[in-house]
């Protein structure tokens, strides 16, 4: 099984929809977990941080975290084109006092106006 | 807003010649990180360096990679003679660290091509 599992998509929705963006993972020992948007070409840029189970809002963006189920969603109010990207959700756990991040593949999603 | 800048942004080398990728991580940030993503596929951690030395690295960070901070800014991975396999776009982040948590920035890329 692998550590992270996202769907890879595509998805596409219209403007002005509610996206629901998801990944499980496996290992009990991640403890931060965090979504990051990642254009065509471009390194990947983060969007929200989180530590514990629960909600997150910023903006139009909102994370949850569910560590009992270990299963980890971004939801995004009102889509515009401009969020077309691929998401990536990110895990880490501490590893000898350091963090490293474990990638999903990542969701492209498509916003058409 | 600071950020992680690297160069070249694109470098295009024949097989089994040296690259060397370049990163200049976020000034304060103390923590630093090499990852790669081959076309079409996630995103994958290569090695981490702490207080001038590597705290950690991946299965893939064999002895053909190195990494180093030769002038106190400047974060370099060295891959001694390219194979095929090895194009991919390769990101180096920096780490900060607060009561809050801890955030990683990445920088653009640099995609390698190697022919």
């Known amino acids: 099984q692998k550590e992270v599992e996202q769907d890879p998509g595509p998805l596409s929705v219209p403007e002005g929809a509610i996206v629901s963006l998801n990944c499980t993972y496996s290992?009990?020992?991640?403890?931060?977990f965090m979504w990051y948007r990642q254009y065509s070409r471009k390194g990947p840029e983060l969007l929200m941080y989180?530590?514990?189970?629960g909600n997150k809002e910023d903006g139009r963006f909102t994370a949850q975290v569910d560590k009992s189920s270990k299963y980890i969603s971004l939801f995004i109010r009102d889509s515009q084109p401009s969020d077309s990207a691929t998401y990536l959700c990110?895990?880490?756990?501490?590893?000898?006092?350091?963090?490293?991040?474990?990638f999903g593949i990542g969701t492209k999603l498509q916003v058409i106006p | 807003e600071p950020e992680v800048t690297q160069t070249p942004s694109h470098q295009v080398t024949q097989m089994g010649q040296e690259v060397i990728l370049r990163c200049v991580p976020i000034?304060?940030?103390?923590?630093f990180y090499w990852y790669r993503q081959i076309l079409g596929q996630k995103v994958e951690f290569l090695v981490s360096?702490?207080?001038?030395?590597?705290?950690?690295k991946s299965e893939i960070f064999d002895d053909q990679f190195s990494v180093e901070r030769p002038d106190g800014s400047n974060f370099t991975l060295k891959i001694r003679s390219t194979k095929l396999e090895d194009s991919a776009m390769y990101f180096c982040?920096?780490?900060?660290?607060?009561?809050?948590?801890?955030?990683?920035?990445f920088g653009q890329g640099t995609r390698l091509t190697v022919v």
């Open positions: 990110a895990m880490s756990a501490r590893s000898g006092g350091y963090q490293k991040v474990t």
């Open positions: 290992n009990s020992a991640f403890q931060y």
């Open positions: 989180t530590y514990s189970s």
């Open positions: 000034s304060n940030h103390l923590y």
């Open positions: 360096f702490y207080n001038n030395e590597i705290s950690e």
């Open positions: 982040a920096s780490e900060r660290r607060g009561s809050w948590g801890t955030e990683a920035f």
